[in-house]
């Protein structure tokens, strides 16, 4: 028999070799990597009785295309399907939490169908797949740690408001995405939330925000303007580095901290409210973020201005 199944019901090992496979009936759950590396398998369709499918149970099966869950099924853990091949997954309706890393490296899957019942998130879920658009369920409230991260096909998502977390690297290296709009309820955007989305052109930040992290939006190179809201008490080192075509910043709050080289290398920054204290603690020209020249009467090489502080 290919299934190894102990007494209490779980498939611990499978040591087939189909391409098409029934997991029987009176299998309670499907252990940790019972399946994993099943180079052969396609299509997968799990019985009713099974509950549980444990970490990194159909891991790297690249070929797995097809998989048929129950909406029974009360838990899947974290890595289950990482790497497989799938193009499409419906999260069955009994799910409340996407574990960690589970499509992680699903490099085909293209879409996800959610549902309102979901409420986290966790890291890594959906690190490097082939997603391109996401449209999440209202009953959200957290997204973990590099939940897209990479997902260099990412054009759009929809976050919905109630969410309180998003997490670091949440979208670092998505190259396509070109808006986001942060709902309110958003209190904090992650270290390098955002880092090298360098198609990224608006973003839109709600009312509630607290903290932008470090290097939040670095290297996002098609960014052109920003508005910081007033609730907004602090941006972190690096926030806004690089970001090469930012021409216009509005920071609404003169109370806000501005961390080390939060605008470094923004060179082409022409309208700005709100960093005078910050260029001056950089040393640099407090009207236009021009750097100084001259040994003794140093003047702004952008606008010309002498050096008054």
Not at 2 to 10: A, H, L, P, T, V
Not at 66 to 88: K, L, Q, R, V, Y
Not at 211 to 217: E, P, T
């Amino acid at each position: 028999m290919s299934f190894q199944i102990r007494d209490n019901g779980e498939l611990w090992l499978y040591t087939g070799s189909s391409a098409d496979i029934v997991i029987p009936d009176g299998v309670a759950s499907i252990g940790e990597s019972a399946f994993k590396e099943s180079i052969n398998l396609s299509s997968v369709i799990i019985s009713n009785s099974v509950t549980d499918i444990g970490a990194y149970a159909f891991q790297e099966c690249p070929n797995l295309k097809s998989i048929n869950i129950p909406d029974n099924i009360e838990n899947i853990e974290e890595h289950a399907f990482m790497g497989c091949g799938f193009t499409f997954f419906e999260v069955p309706y009994s799910i409340s939490v996407i574990q960690k890393g589970v499509f992680s490296g699903c490099s085909s899957l293209e879409a996800v169908r959610f549902h309102d019942e979901i409420e986290s998130i966790m890291d890594y879920a959906f690190y490097s797949t082939g997603i391109k658009s996401v449209i999440l369920p209202n009953g959200v409230r957290y997204i973990g740690d590099s939940c897209f991260g990479a997902c260099e096909s990412l054009e759009s998502i929809v976050i919905p408001e109630g969410v309180a977390h998003i997490g670091a690297s949440c979208f670092k290296g998505c190259t396509k995405l070109k808006s986001i709009v942060i709902p309110e309820g958003v209190t904090y955007i992650g270290d390098s939330c955002f880092e090298g989305c360098c198609s990224l052109e608006t973003v839109t930040l709600p009312a509630t925000l607290k903290s932008i992290g470090k290097n939040a939006f670095a290297y996002c190179k098609s960014l052109s303007s920003i508005d910081i809201p007033f609730s907004v008490n602090s941006i972190g080192t690096d926030a806004f580095y690089f970001c090469e075509n930012l021409t216009s910043v509005n920071i609404s709050s003169a109370e806000t901290h501005i961390g080390k080289d939060a605008f470094f290398l923004c060179n082409k920054l022409k309208c700005f409210t709100g960093l005078d204290s910050y260029f001056r603690s950089m040393k640099m020209c407090p009207y236009c973020g021009g750097t100084f020249k001259g040994l003794v009467t140093k003047k702004c090489r952008k606008c010309g201005k002498p050096k008054d502080y």
